[in-house]
């Protein structure tokens, strides 16, 4: 670590480096000078586009569950129709028939009515002819006999003819009773085609009864035929809107996937490789203003935790300026990479390359370790812009190898930070 300005004092006891650690622990972050470089497509914004496609898949999936059900409830809906139609044709059709055997009893019933009518006026005409000969009878009695007596050739004629005048009205007698039984039948028959006509009158209510019931059903089952294929299109045009959707997501993930791949490539050509391996990103300080042993002082670099003797590799290209000691940095590299770029390695247990030296991106060019004024094993790392120091962890400024990919550690939130 250096402070600007001028050099810290190595430390020298055990109590120091206790203080400067629990110093380190409560450090503060002030504004730093770096800037976020431009908007970058990270794989957050593909994961995004990725979670937009799952999610309308759902929907499309969720759509054809529902075209699945509608189906079943809409062939449901018009096969109970159907024998809803069925059923209102049969009760139409008992309907008309039992309309029709109701004008049959009445135009039955009007007959029976006026041969009952008929009959009686003939048992009234006869009652009355035989009650007119009974009066003449009656009234001129003897002289009807004597003349019968007169006119009769013998005794034996004229008892004769007096039984003959009582078969006679014995005639009249039982044609009269026969009419009476014919009257009393005709109008049994009348009763029973009355009851039987009243019957189907009844029938024909409870029947036309059913049919608006059944109409009624039917009205039902045509409205919810209606809203099930209401249902059916507006889930159609979602589903096709959907796939729509869906065509345009993987066009934009297409798309999305290519400028990454672009980028990938520029950015591990141009950008800084991350110096340390992969599974080391923990940073205990980072690059800024800080409050180190009660005082303000400027972070030139961010310290990277690594075990002792894992390897430091050079991020770009170069060659080795400097690979020495001194008091603040320990054992440190200094790498100038052209175009007034370079980078610093310090607190190193061992270094492995020597001023003057070309080096290449990611050769291995010391260990880590803890020399000069270090509290404990870590990288400091410097990143230089024609003498002047940056903030290392910008976005777009490293890559790393993470899942096999080089992707940039900062915009993908791989660091953990614990200052």
Same mark, same amino acid.
């Given at each position: 670590?250096?402070?600007?300005?001028?050099?810290?004092?190595?430390?020298?006891?055990?109590?120091?480096?206790?203080?400067?650690?629990?110093?380190?622990?409560?450090?503060? @972050?002030?504004?730093?000078?770096?800037?976020?470089?431009?908007?970058?497509?990270?794989?957050?914004?593909?994961?995004?586009?990725?979670?937009?496609?799952?999610?309308?898949?759902?929907?499309?999936?969720?759509?054809?569950?529902?075209?699945?059900?509608?189906?079943?409830?809409?062939?449901?809906?018009?096969?109970?129709?159907? #024998?809803?139609?069925?059923?209102? #044709?049969?009760?139409?059709?008992?309907?008309?028939?039992?309309?029709?055997?109701?004008?049959?009893?009445?135009?039955?019933?009007?007959?029976?009515?006026?041969?009952?009518?008929?009959?009686?006026?003939?048992?009234?005409?006869?009652?009355?002819?035989?009650?007119?000969?009974?009066?003449?009878?009656?009234?001129?009695?003897?002289?009807?006999?004597?003349?019968?007596?007169?006119?009769?050739?013998?005794?034996?004629?004229?008892?004769?003819?007096?039984?003959?005048?009582?078969?006679?009205?014995?005639?009249?007698?039982?044609?009269?009773?026969?009419?009476?039984?014919?009257?009393?039948?005709?109008?049994?028959?009348?009763?029973?085609?009355?009851?039987?006509?009243?019957?189907?009158?009844?029938?024909?209510?409870? #029947?036309?009864?059913?049919?608006?019931?059944?109409?009624?059903?039917?009205?039902?089952?045509?409205?919810?035929?209606?809203?099930?294929?209401?249902?059916?299109?507006?889930?159609?045009?979602?589903?096709?809107?959907?796939?729509?959707?869906?065509?345009?997501?993987?066009?934009?993930?297409?798309?999305?996937?290519?400028? !990454?791949?672009?980028?990938?490539?520029?950015?591990?050509?141009?950008?800084?490789?991350?110096?340390?391996?992969?599974?080391?990103?923990?940073?205990?300080?980072?690059?800024?203003?800080?409050?180190?042993?009660?005082?303000?002082?400027?972070?030139?670099?961010?310290?990277?935790?690594?075990?002792?003797?894992?390897?430091?590799?050079?991020?770009?290209?170069?060659?080795?300026?400097?690979?020495?000691?001194?008091?603040?940095?320990?054992?440190?590299?200094?790498?100038?990479?052209?175009?007034?770029?370079?980078?610093?390695?310090?607190?190193?247990?061992?270094?492995?390359?020597?001023?003057?030296?070309?080096?290449?991106?990611?050769?291995?060019?010391?260990?880590?370790?803890?020399?000069?004024?270090?509290?404990?094993?870590?990288?400091?790392?410097?990143?230089?812009?024609?003498?002047?120091?940056?903030? @290392?962890?910008?976005?777009?400024?490293?890559?790393?190898? +993470?899942?096999?990919?080089?992707?940039?550690?900062?915009?993908?939130?791989?660091?953990? +930070? !614990?200052?």
């Amino acid at each position: 670590m250096k402070k600007a300005g001028r050099m810290l004092k190595p430390v020298v006891s055990l109590a120091i480096a206790a203080a400067t650690v629990l110093t380190m622990a409560l450090c503060l @972050p002030f504004n730093t000078l770096d800037t976020e470089a431009a908007k970058k497509i990270t794989e957050a914004d593909i994961n995004a586009v990725r979670d937009r496609i799952k999610a309308n898949e759902k929907k499309i999936k969720e759509y054809q569950d529902a075209l699945a059900s509608i189906g079943k409830d809409l062939d449901s809906a018009l096969e109970a129709k159907a #024998q809803l139609d069925q059923q209102i #044709q049969y009760i139409q059709s008992n309907v008309e028939e039992t309309e029709e055997l109701i004008v049959r009893y009445e135009q039955l019933i009007k007959e029976k009515e006026a041969l009952i009518a008929d009959r009686e006026s003939q048992i009234s005409d006869k009652y009355n002819d035989f009650l007119e000969r009974l009066r003449i009878s009656y009234e001129d009695g003897s002289q009807n006999y004597l003349e019968l007596l007169i006119s009769s050739d013998s005794l034996v004629d004229f008892i004769t003819r007096i039984d003959n005048l009582g078969s006679v009205l014995t005639y009249e007698q039982r044609t009269m009773d026969e009419l009476e039984k014919e009257v009393s039948d005709l109008d049994e028959l009348k009763k029973s085609l009355d009851i039987k006509k009243s019957e189907y009158v009844e029938l024909g209510k409870y #029947q036309s009864q059913s049919r608006a019931d059944l109409n009624s059903k039917l009205k039902e089952a045509e409205q919810l035929v209606k809203k099930l294929q209401s249902d059916e299109n507006a889930a159609k045009k979602a589903q096709q809107n959907a796939a729509k959707q869906d065509a345009a997501l993987d066009k934009e993930l297409e798309k999305l996937l290519k400028e !990454y791949e672009k980028q990938q490539q520029a950015e591990q050509a141009g950008a800084y490789l991350w110096p340390l391996d992969s599974n080391y990103r923990s940073i205990t300080s980072r690059y800024g203003w800080r409050i180190l042993w009660g005082e303000r002082d400027f972070h030139l670099g961010a310290d990277i935790s690594a075990p002792y003797g894992a390897n430091i590799y050079a991020a770009k290209d170069g060659t080795v300026l400097k690979a020495q000691y001194n008091s603040s940095y320990g054992y440190y590299v200094l790498i100038d990479h052209g175009g007034g770029k370079a980078t610093l390695y310090a607190h190193s247990s061992k270094l492995l390359v020597v001023a003057g030296q070309k080096v290449t991106r990611g050769q291995v060019i010391a260990k880590v370790g803890s020399t000069g004024n270090s509290s404990g094993y870590h990288l400091h790392f410097e990143v230089r812009v024609s003498g002047k120091t940056t903030n @290392p962890l910008t976005k777009g400024l490293l890559v790393i190898k +993470y899942n096999g990919k080089m992707v940039d550690p900062v915009a993908n939130n791989l660091l953990k +930070y !614990y200052c």
